[in-house]
């Protein structure tokens, strides 16, 4: 599976933006998919998933202002973006798992197989 992410770019405070994650294979529908980011000096942070079956988790700083979603028929997934803050300026990484992956362990990068090359998010205040 390769992942393939768009949609960054600099926006001020308040502003939206929505990535796009596009995804090759023919079992997407099955494959747990994420979004995570990573700004410079800090550890990875788990944003945002959409676990197989329909579950949808958001990192707790991002809760209320983004939105995952997916469409299967186009081997796509998305991070809407709202209410953007500086303190979003990240690269943004897309993500996905081959099956289901518990809450406990779909918060954390390491359990994913697959990863997009990332797009920079730039909030200016």
């Known amino acids: 599976v390769q992942l393939q992410a768009s949609g960054g770019g600099l926006v001020q405070t308040g502003g939206s933006l929505r990535l796009s994650c596009a995804a090759s294979?023919?079992?997407?529908?099955?494959?747990?998919v994420g979004w995570f980011r990573q700004s410079p000096g800090k550890e990875r942070e788990f944003v945002a998933a959409?676990?197989?079956?329909?579950?949808?988790y958001y990192g707790t700083s991002v809760k209320g202002r983004f939105t995952i979603s997916r469409d299967n028929a186009e081997n796509m997934f998305y991070l809407q973006m709202n209410s953007l803050k500086p303190e979003d300026t990240a690269i943004y990484y897309c993500?996905?798992?081959?099956?289901?992956?518990?809450?406990?362990?779909?918060?954390?990068?390491?359990?994913?197989?697959?990863w997009g090359q990332g797009t920079q998010v730039t909030v200016s205040s």
């Open positions: 959409w676990r197989t079956g329909g579950q949808k």
């Open positions: 294979g023919n079992t997407f529908s099955r494959y747990t």
């Open positions: 993500a996905a798992n081959a099956g289901a992956l518990i809450m406990s362990t779909l918060v954390n990068g390491d359990n994913y197989d697959y």
